[in-house]
Nanobody, 124 residues
Framework: EVRLVESGGGLVQPGGSLRLSCVAS????????MGWFRQAPGKRREGVAV???????IYSDYAKGRFTISRDNAKNTMFLQRNSLNPEDTAMYYC??????????????????WGKGTLVTTSS
């Protein structure tokens, strides 16, 4: 059974940084495209970024220049880095995997597996 476990969330002050991790197991991580998505309170889940097996990245418009997605295939782990957090970044952040090596858009409908999420709260 595919397993995705996110970590790194918590309470962060505005202007602070976060680095989320997603550890994958029970599938060939290096051959899958991966992505980060988030859902703010009272809002729909939205895409942040995706990364393919060759570490080519695609970001949502709002995420460009604000977030950095990366992966370490040797550790079956994907990361999301965000500096200068603001209250609008408060959300549940989800890790997702796609049964395929490539992904040409940040679209939750093309992802096949999901983690349970890690909550990030930006507040003073």
């Amino acid at each position: 059974e595919v397993r995705l476990v996110e970590s790194g969330g918590g309470l962060v002050q505005p202007g602070g940084s976060l680095r989320l991790s997603c550890v994958a197991s029970e599938f060939a991580f290096s051959n899958y495209a991966m992505g980060w998505f988030r859902q703010a309170p009272g809002k729909r889940r939205e895409g942040v970024a995706v990364i393919d097996m060759l570490s080519k990245t695609i970001y949502s418009d709002y995420a460009k220049g604000r977030f950095t997605i990366s992966r370490d295939n040797a550790k079956n782990t994907m990361f999301l880095q965000r500096n200068s957090l603001n209250p609008e970044d408060t959300a549940m952040y989800y890790c997702a995997a796609r049964r395929g090596a490539y992904c040409n858009r940040v679209d939750q409908s093309v992802m096949d597996y999901w983690g349970k999420g890690t909550l990030v709260t930006t507040s003073s």
